[in-house]
């Protein structure tokens, strides 16, 4: 590792094989403490190569424990997290709306790393019970239409490097991972990142895959659309500014989708949206979130992707989902 680290510390990266040989060895405890902080720290301080990001992808993809569910074609909506703007759970209330609107979701989620409820905080504050039981997530996508796969249970190698990340507070390549290592494989997915290079990054490992992919950065550093501006948004097809506006929907400011400063406070935000009872603005934020994923799952037109997650909203369809997901 020492070799590792005096090579990445001048500049020069690793090869696609080094990294996923890296990977392997740091997840089954090879390495000390200290070299792992290290060697996560790199990353924040020199941009990731294509190689590396997909080195260290094909070795969380090796040691996942599979999902396998592609009967279901289930989208996964997840953000990269690490922007640093503690919003509301913007991609998992989507992923309610989505699954409410008959758009299957395999909802790869965490803990908050760099902010204070990622998806897994708010599942657990409502009661919901992780599991890695094909049957029960089988179960839950059958009459629900979602199942939520609780990232640490799926990637048990990973469980040497979950206490440092925490200890470290602040993102790491593990952020960038997140979405590309969902367990069941998903064909489908919209993916939030926290910065134009990573969408660039992403829009080239994804073209290598079979997969139909929408990429959204905000341009105000937001990894996902926030309504706060005009967006950047890749598909298989194109690469495109958006404006809210070119949505039908209004510009809002950022106040209007802080997600307060404890979980509490997200989760009371979260089922507000649920019951009818958000704002215009975290209504729309969600809706718009909700349209881009249906779009890549269903191939309609954002006007019909829209109405149909504005009709799962406001019709109840994704709060009865929501309520049955806790009920299973």
């Known amino acids: 590792m020492k070799e590792i680290l005096n090579q990445l510390i001048e500049y020069k990266s690793l090869d696609k094989q080094t990294a996923k040989e890296i990977l392997i060895n740091l997840a089954q405890g090879k390495y000390n403490q200290s070299q792992v902080a290290a060697f996560l720290t790199v990353y924040l301080m020199r941009s990731i190569t294509v190689e590396e990001l997909e080195g260290f992808r094909d070795a969380m993809l090796d040691l996942c424990v599979p999902v396998e569910i592609p009967e279901y074609d289930a989208i996964d909506l997840c953000g990269t997290g690490g922007d640093g703007k503690n919003t509301f759970n913007i991609s998992t209330l989507s992923s309610f709306i989505v699954a409410g609107a008959g758009q299957n979701v395999a909802k790869h989620g965490n803990n908050g790393v760099s902010s204070v409820s990622g998806s897994s905080n708010l599942m657990a504050h409502f009661g919901y019970e992780f599991t890695n039981d094909i049957g029960k997530l089988r179960k839950s996508l059958d009459e629900c239409g979602l199942c939520f796969l609780h990232a640490p249970l799926f990637h048990p190698a990973m469980k040497n490097v979950a206490p440092i990340r925490r200890d470290l507070g602040v993102k790491t390549f593990f952020n960038m991972l997140g979405p590309m290592v969902n367990p069941s494989f998903p064909k489908k997915q919209l993916v939030g990142v926290f910065s134009l290079e990573l969408a660039r990054l992403y829009g080239y490992l994804y ?68 019951k009818g009872e958000g704002t215009k603005a975290q209504n729309e934020v969600v809706l718009a979130n909700a349209a881009m994923a249906i779009q890549c799952g269903k191939g309609v037109s954002t006007e019909d992707a829209l109405g149909m997650a504005r009709e799962s909203l406001e019709s109840g369809k994704a709060l009865q989902t929501f309520k049955r997901i806790l009920e299973l």
Not at 207 to 222: E, M
């Open 207 to 274: 073209q290598k895959t079979d997969k139909h992919f929408v990429i959204l950065h905000a341009l105000d550093g937001y990894d996902e659309i926030s309504l706060t501006g005009a967006f950047k948004k890749i598909t298989n097809k194109k690469e495109e500014i958006v404006n809210p506006e070119e949505m039908g929907l209004e510009t809002i400011q950022a106040q209007a989708i802080f997600g307060g400063d404890t979980v509490e406070a997200s989760a009371k935000i979260f089922e507000a949206i649920l």
